[in-house]
């Protein structure tokens, strides 16, 4: 006696011929997109513009974060302000610590004695101070950007108080930034 629900046997090896086909394209596409991530990731290393998935989220962020390790932080702000609107939860907090970290650097390069060169230096800490509280808002795990922010809180003058001369502020406080654990 057969069964009715049963498919004959050549329906069957059939659907087992289409399901191996399928998955055999599928495994060639992943192994060919393994290879372009591999060839991505060994131009990034290098410096080299990548052959593929040049619009991507990765690519342009790689870009930003080269040109700010290349001390051509106006740019990098800028491509890095450009991904914040790209990017999930976990990437927004560490566009933030990375425009932290240019703000950082730029008010340590400018630090100096004359006023408006002390603003400056006032005005691009804040801004880190700025970056560094927005990504811990994003995400609070990242030990570094605590650290961080509580370098350019030292560094920071108090809140002034009413009443008190500009010469009886300490103003910045650039030198020996404390060593501490992150």
């Known amino acids: 006696m057969a069964l009715k629900w049963m498919p004959s046997t050549t329906k069957l090896t059939l659907a087992l011929?289409?399901?191996a086909a399928l998955s055999g394209l599928g495994m060639a596409y992943e192994l060919q997109r393994i290879g372009q991530v591999e060839a991505f990731n060994n131009a990034i290393r290098a410096a080299k513009t990548p052959d593929t998935d040049k619009q991507s989220f990765e690519a342009k962020f790689?870009?930003?974060y080269w040109l700010a390790k290349n001390e051509?932080?106006?740019e990098a702000t800028l491509l890095f302000n450009q991904l914040l609107g790209k990017a999930d939860a976990k990437q927004r907090?560490?566009?933030q610590h990375n425009l932290g970290n240019i703000f950082f650097l730029r008010?340590?390069?400018i630090n100096g004695s004359n006023m408006t060169v002390r603003d400056e230096a006032e005005y691009l800490l804040n801004q880190a101070?700025?970056?560094y509280v927005l990504a811990l808002k994003t995400d609070n795990s990242h030990w570094g950007t605590r650290h961080n922010l509580d370098r350019v809180l030292i560094m920071l003058p108090g809140t002034p108080t009413p009443g008190v001369g500009e010469s009886d502020?300490?103003?910045l406080i650039m030198g020996g930034i404390p060593v501490g654990l992150p």
């Open 62 to 64: 790689a870009v930003a």
């Open 169 to 171: 502020t300490p103003g």
């Open 107 to 109: 008010g340590l390069a």
């Open 17 to 19: 011929t289409v399901i």
């Open 72 to 74: 051509r932080y106006k």
């Open 93 to 95: 907090a560490i566009i």
């Open 129 to 131: 101070k700025n970056a």
